[in-house]
């Protein structure tokens, strides 16, 4: 009976010491370190798929697709781009200029590095894994700035195309070398006579920039009698010194009027054409070209105090 029960007790002793054992060897951990441990462990998470997938940190903004882009200034739009690849970004400006802390450009004068700016197209090449952003000006004028975020992924070479709204596009901010280069090939006179007459012809001049008239710019005006001329729906063409308006005149009159420029004359006019009619019959349509001269701004003045004042 006595080995009996000390065998019992042996087993029962056995089976009882490995739970005690188990219990013993797990250290109680406190509730503050487990919280910390899974934030660390979140944050670990979010970094790594921020490093898969630049695009992660911007998932509830507007990254555009789009290879045409409209840009209203101080307003930033984001958009993909190749990773270790040239990136073209064509932009409004003539002679553009790129202010950036993301990005680097060449050590030297002519040579590229991660922006590299040829006439009005700025190239961006970058091996970095984190979106980068950039300021785009027109050299020179500080007056419209185009923000732009960069989200590099791993796709082919993109080319977008940088495009203002209607309501930012400004006569004179602009500024196109080449533009300026074909204006000045020729005599005045006759630069304006090519360009009324690359007009009728559906042609655009070399450098000019074609946009709808813009909310923000004042088209001319003609007060012609018994015509409704009106610049509302139509074109503008921006060059460097000068530009064109295209609008449309109609014969409201009950009788054949023939149109007169000197309606549409003003302090800044260059000057004025109609195509493909001069002459109008009621209710017939012509479009109407005025080329004006670009304002490069006013000379300062000194002021002159009036003799008659106090008087």
């Given amino acids: 009976m006595k080995k009996i029960k000390c065998s019992l007790a042996l087993s029962v002793a056995l089976a ?13 951990v406190p509730a503050s370190v487990m919280k910390k441990a899974s934030a660390e462990a979140k944050k670990l998470s979010v970094e790594s798929e921020s490093r898969a997938n630049p695009e992660s940190g911007y998932r509830g903004a507007n990254v555009s697709q ?11 739009q984001i958009i993909p781009v190749a990773i270790g690849h040239p990136n073209r970004i064509v932009t409004p400006f003539g002679n553009p200029e790129v202010v950036s802390t993301s990005l680097t450009g060449g050590s030297a004068d002519g040579e590229c590095g991660e922006v590299c700016i040829k006439d009005n197209v700025v190239y961006v090449a970058t091996k970095k894994n984190h979106p980068v ?5 027109e050299k020179g004028s500080e007056s419209q ?3 732009l975020t960069m989200v590099p992924r791993e796709i082919p070479p993109r080319e977008v195309f940088l495009k203002l709204d209607g309501s930012s596009v400004v006569a004179g ?15 005045y006179i006759e630069t304006i006579r090519t360009i009324f007459r690359k007009l009728a012809l559906g042609d655009v ?10 909310n923000n710019i004042t088209p001319p005006y003609c007060d012609h009698p018994g015509m409704a001329v009106s610049f509302k729906n139509g ?40 195509w493909p009619l001069k002459v109008l ?31």
């Fill in 145 to 147: 700035a185009l923000s």
């Fill in 235 to 274: 074109q503008v063409l921006m060059g460097h010194s000068l530009t064109v308006f295209v609008g449309v005149a109609e014969n409201n009159s009950s009788n054949a009027l023939e149109f007169n420029e000197a309606t549409c004359g003003d302090w800044d006019v260059a000057a004025v054409t109609t």
């Fill in 173 to 187: 901010v602009q500024s196109n070398p080449k533009a300026e280069r074909w204006e000045r090939s020729k005599p």
């Fill in 133 to 137: 952003t950039m300021f785009v000006t």
């Fill in 281 to 311: 019959e009621p209710g017939q349509q012509t479009e109407v070209y005025v080329a004006r001269k670009n304002a490069k701004g006013k000379a300062p003045t000194s002021k002159r105090p009036s003799l008659l004042r106090g008087k």
């Fill in 66 to 76: 789009d290879a045409v882009v409209k840009m209203t200034p101080g307003v930033n």
């Fill in 16 to 28: 009882i010491s490995p739970s005690i054992n188990a219990q013993d060897a797990i250290p109680v």
């Fill in 205 to 214: 001049p070399q450098g000019y920039s074609m946009n709808k008239t813009p």
